[in-house]
Nanobody, 125 residues
Framework: QVQLVESGGGLVQAGGSLRLSCAAS????????MGWFRQAPGKERDFVAA????????NYADSVKGRFTISRDNAKNTVYLQMSSLKPEDTAVYYC??????????????????WGQGTQVTVSS
């Protein structure tokens, strides 16, 4: 089973930056499309960003496009989310997810197979 562990969350002032990391177990990391989702209390888990198996293609939610950047390092079994120009509405628990052998960019919760425990990101006004 693939295990995912997020890190890098914390408290940041509006307009600031933060980088999240997700470390994955196993030797087949490159067989998984990776994504980031976020969930605020009482809200649905929403798509944030995704990256293809080799990192050649990416997709972003409109709300974060131009501010967030997803990347991956398959040699390190790690995916990153660089967040800039943060806004209070970005406050949420951020989850890393892995979808096995999805060659199209996927953005729905049900399309992903494995999930991390999440890391809290809080943006103050």
């Amino acid at each position: 089973q693939v295990q995912l562990v997020e890190s890098g969350g914390g408290l940041v002032q509006a307009g600031g930056s933060l980088r999240l990391s997700c470390a994955a177990s196993g030797r087949t990391f490159s067989s998984y499309q990776m994504g980031w989702f976020r969930q605020a209390p009482g809200k649905e888990r929403d798509f944030v960003a995704a990256i293809s198996l080799s990192g050649g293609r990416t997709n972003y939610a409109d709300s974060v496009k131009g501010r967030f950047t997803i990347s991956r390092d398959n040699a390190k079994n790690t995916v990153y989310l660089q967040m800039s120009s943060l806004k209070p509405e970005d406050t949420a628990v951020y989850y890393c997810a892995a979808g096995y052998r999805h060659f199209d960019i996927i953005s729905r919760v049900r399309e992903y197979d494995y999930w991390g425990q999440g890391t809290q990101v809080t943006v103050s006004s």
